[in-house]
């Protein structure tokens, strides 16, 4: 499984970004698909999670202000980011678990940076 996440940029506190992570190869067993970031000197952490068959997590810190959605047609799962704080700051990873090879596959960190 590959996966190719675009999207990030930088923008002001209370904007908004829209990730996308288009996943190509073994895609037909891909269990979910979400995201993860990582801010500098931090752990990894949850952001969302998309689940086969439509369940949905979150991370706390994002609940209310993150969705995640994916369409299954084009094997893409999207982050739709509003209420941004600086707190938000990180590379976010995109993430899939394979249901065959039991596995998690991470896509290249794409930068969302929150700042005035």
């Known amino acids: 499984v590959q996966l190719q996440a675009s999207g990030g940029g930088t923008v002001q506190p209370g904007g908004s970004l829209r990730l996308s992570c288009a996943a190509s190869?073994?895609?037909?067993?891909?269990?979910?698909l979400g995201w993860y970031r990582q801010a500098p000197g931090e752990q990894r952490e949850l952001v969302a999670i998309?689940?086969?068959?439509?369940?949905?997590n979150y991370g706390d810190s994002v609940k209310g202000r993150f969705t995640i959605s994916r369409d299954y047609n084009k094997n893409t799962v999207y982050l739709q980011m509003n209420s941004l704080k600086p707190e938000d700051t990180a590379v976010y990873y995109c993430?899939?678990?394979?249901?065959?090879?039991?596995?998690?596959?991470w896509g290249k960190g794409t930068q969302v940076t929150v700042s005035s």
């Open positions: 998309h689940i086969t068959g439509g369940e949905t």
């Open positions: 190869g073994s895609t037909f067993s891909i269990k979910s």
């Open positions: 993430t899939a678990y394979h249901l065959v090879t039991r596995k998690d596959y």
